[in-house]
């Protein structure tokens, strides 16, 4: 699946942005939310959530990159997402937190940075309806993919196996920063479920079907995976 990140889109248009992408074939909204405090930058909130909301009918996957993460659950679960994503090391208790997301009626998944262990992942599978992996170190669009996500997506891939062999609920797992169509192919192969595309998509002007192009040969190059990890843009 493929979700358009709105932190590359073109922020004076947002709710128009929104649309194109859906209507181009996008399966999820990807949504950027930093404080200027875990991440070094400042993005947008709940009311600007709410206000896309009414744009789009696909799932809104909401990237939670703040600290402290809590108080924010019921403010975006109100303003319409439907997946909400936080990192380990934002909540004073991780296991509580999954829980409130789930409460609130989203989905709840953990985010693991470049340098997070996996190991944060023990003891709270049973929590999980997701799990992002970033490409590269949150804060900023338009980088370039750290090569070692490679091996993450396959460790953690064995690990949502194993859990689902056992009986546990699947788990999607989900790729953000540096997705593009020449490392895609790798990603799907090494296990992602969903990758999350910014500069990919929106860097493309939507004439002609713009959005709609890109998206297609994303979806054909995943379909394709290559024999040779590809980190550069």
Known sequence: MLAPSLLSADFSRLGEEARAVEHAGADWLHFDVMDNHYVPNLTVGPMVCQAVRRHVHMPIDVH???????????????????????????SRHVD??????????????????????????????????????????????????????????????????????TGGAPILLEVDGGVHAGNIGQLAEC????????????SAPDADGGYQTVLRTLRNAAATPCTTPQASR
């Not at 900023?140 to 396959?154: M, N, V």
């Not at 296990?191 to 929106?202: E, Q």
């Open 64 to 90: 939670l990159m703040v600290e402290p993460v809590d108080a924010l659950l019921p403010l975006f679960a109100a303003a319409g997402a439907n997946l909400l994503t936080f990192h380990p090391e934002a």
């Open 96 to 165: 509580r937190t999954l829980s409130t997301i789930r409460e609130l009626g989203c989905k709840a998944g953990l985010v693991l940075n470049p340098a997070t262990p996996v190991s944060w992942l023990d003891h709270v599978m049973d929590r999980l309806d997701l799990i992002l992996l970033m490409g590269v170190n949150p804060g900023f669009g338009g980088q370039t993919l750290i090569a070692s996500i490679f091996d993450k997506l396959r460790a953690v891939r064995a690990r949502i196996d194993a859990h689902q062999a």
């Open 191 to 202: 296990g992602a479920d969903v990758c999350v595309v910014g500069n990919a998509v929106f």
